[in-house]
């Protein structure tokens, strides 16, 4: 799975793909190409991971932009879901 470029509105076609996602016990979602996500997009990404680690999956968010993984840790997705920062 990858979200790439501009991630905007709760009803994004890259969200609802991640929604449909049914990787196994662990999905590792790549973040090398986003460059943003709006407010209402990130809150549909924090009800899908919690969602989805009441069912028991790992939900982990490689390479984020670094304002990004910020904007994830302030609304909460980091309880829910591993972030890892993009090294540049």
């Given at each position: 799975m990858e979200l790439v470029g501009h991630v905007l509105?709760?009803?994004?076609?890259?969200?609802?793909s991640l929604q449909s996602a049914q990787h196994g016990a662990a999905l590792r979602i790549e973040c090398a190409r986003l460059i943003?996500?709006?407010?209402?997009?990130?809150?549909s990404v924090l009800t899908w991971v919690?969602?989805?680690k009441?069912?028991?999956?790992?939900i982990e968010f490689v390479h984020l932009p670094r304002l990004v993984a910020a904007?994830?840790?302030l609304i909460g997705?980091?309880?829910h879901a591993r972030l890892t920062v993009r090294a540049n």
């Open positions: 509105g709760a009803d994004d076609h890259q969200l609802r943003r996500v709006d407010f209402s997009a990130a809150g919690n969602s989805a009441a069912h028991g999956k790992c904007f994830f840790s997705i980091n309880e």
